[in-house]
């Protein structure tokens, strides 16, 4: 049997493990620039506002109806799911993390006999240790356990052990429900007579491979109780390393397009750091606001605005990323526009210190990881993000415009020295 953990409205239940003054009330968590509710707390979602609701549209409603919104804390939430994913590791003979919230688990030997005392012992210890409520599915097949643990979240101890035949639970679920189904494909599958999740598992393989290929094939099978090879190896090396945000407020200056760009740069040269990748090159590109503003520029056509950059020689180095880098983004610069997002992608990665095709003018050596930036990224894990940076990425005092809007962003109290809970 395979078991999927999920945490409860995950941003929501990990701003109240610091702030019990939020339970029991309405709370959302905002999206990038405070954009939209993203995640909601049941007692939120009782009052019928639909998720991805704008934020200015609920605005009004902060002070009248005692609605709180909170900003996204990405650092809290990733300290507390990697605290959730040790609790899991500790009980549990593997462990995939599927997502910031989510992850398959194989329960040993011994709470086979009895999976559904496992589950529940499983669930209070996550809370217990961490103050996540979450629920637990168990079934043959993960996009099985999908359904058991949407099901499990709605009882009273969080468990749900899918029966053998599972045909009553399908004949009630929605295709649209079922995991790798999205919008499209359910359109497509209503045009052939395809409403519930049975009728997806009855339909015949050729129906199946005409609507959806062997992707959807797979799903099938799954709904069927065959196990597929759907694994997806989190810590395989990525084919591009890419950084991108849209700006808290429209950019109009050339050092805020240079200071964004920099400072993605430095954040994608982090995640190439990890998976021990060297790049050869990047493409940078800006989103401008008002896109008539570039009727004059003949080569361009929409409000994206890119260039190539290709290094002296691949690697991973904020600073000879930086040399490269500042210049083009300086290109990118037209007075009197609004600019709305920034980012980079880098592209032909290759493992730092593998053999690679030499020529004349190549070093023999092979090209290592800069030792640099492992010391640099090794201060910022432990004295905090951004301890130390390029100058280019701007100073830290400054609260320049391209920066994420975050205007209720809770403490980072688990990540953060300055900003560790006070007990009185």
Same mark, same amino acid.
């Given at each position: 049997?395979? &078991?999927?953990?999920?945490? %409860? ?6 701003? =109240? ?44 409603? +902060? ?9 996204? %804390? ?7 799911? =990697? ?32 999976? *559904? ?31 058991? %643990? ?19 639970? /399908? ?37 199946? =491979? !005409?609507?959806? &290929? ?34 808290? +407020? ?11 760009? !920099? ?6 040269? #982090?995640?190439? =750091? ?5 790049? !050869?090159?990047?493409?940078?590109? #800006? ?11 003949? $080569? ?20 000879? *990323? ?6 083009? !983004? ?5 007075? $009197? ?20 095709? /030499? ?33 280019? +990425? ?9 920066? *994420? ?10 990540? %953060? ?8």
């Amino acid at each position: 049997m395979i &078991g999927l953990v999920d945490g %409860n409205n995950f941003y929501v239940s990990c701003e =109240r493990v610091f702030n019990r003054k939020l339970l029991g009330k309405p709370v959302a968590v905002l999206s990038n620039n405070d954009g939209c509710c993203v995640a909601m707390s049941p007692e939120f979602k009782a009052l019928g506002i639909p998720r991805g609701t704008p934020y200015f549209q609920l605005k009004h409603r +902060e002070k009248t109806e005692g609605l709180i919104f909170l900003s996204s %804390n990405y650092e809290l939430y990733g300290d507390l799911s =990697r605290r959730v994913q040790d609790v899991l590791r500790s009980e549990c003979l593997d462990v995939e993390q599927y997502s910031i919230d989510e992850a398959f688990v194989s329960p040993p030997t011994w709470a086979e006999q009895d999976l *559904m005392a496992f589950g529940v012992r499983l669930r209070k210890k996550v809370y217990r240790w961490v103050g996540i409520p979450c629920g637990v599915g168990f079934a043959p097949t993960k996009t099985l356990a999908k359904i058991a %643990n949407h099901i499990g979240k709605k009882r009273p101890e969080g468990v749900f052990i899918l029966p053998d035949d599972p045909t009553e639970i /399908l004949a009630k679920l929605p295709v649209g429900e079922v995991w790798g189904v999205g919008r499209r494909l359910v359109t497509r599958l209503k045009a052939e007579q395809i409403f519930t999740a049975l009728d997806l598992r009855d339909a015949s393989d050729d129906r199946i =491979r !005409a609507v959806g &290929g062997v992707v959807l094939l797979r799903t099938v099978t799954e709904l069927r109780g065959v196990a597929c090879n759907q694994e997806k190896d989190f810590d395989a090396d990525p084919d591009s390393v890419s950084c991108s945000r849209c700006f808290g +407020e429209p950019v109009t200056t050339r050092m805020g397009i240079v200071e964004s760009v !920099a400072a993605f740069t430095a954040q994608a040269a #982090v995640k190439l =750091r990890k998976h021990r990748l060297l790049a !050869a090159g990047c493409n940078v590109y #800006v989103q401008v606001a008002t896109p008539g503003m570039f009727e004059s520029w003949n $080569d361009i056509d929409s409000s994206f605005v890119g260039r190539t950059v290709v290094f002296p020689e691949p690697t991973d180095a904020t600073n000879e *990323m930086l040399k490269a880098v500042t210049p083009v !983004a300086e290109s990118l610069f037209v007075p $009197d526009c609004r600019y709305r997002k920034a980012g980079v992608v880098f592209f032909g990665l290759e493992k730092a210190g593998s053999a690679r095709q /030499l020529d004349l003018f190549t070093q023999t050596k092979p090209l290592e990881s800069s030792k640099l930036y492992e010391a640099i990224d090794s201060l910022n894990r432990r004295f905090g993000k951004g301890t130390l940076v390029a100058a280019t +990425e701007g100073l830290k005092s400054a609260a320049p415009a391209w920066k *994420m809007k975050r205007d209720h962003l809770s403490r980072r109290a688990s990540t %953060n020295w300055r900003e560790l809970l006070t007990v009185r």
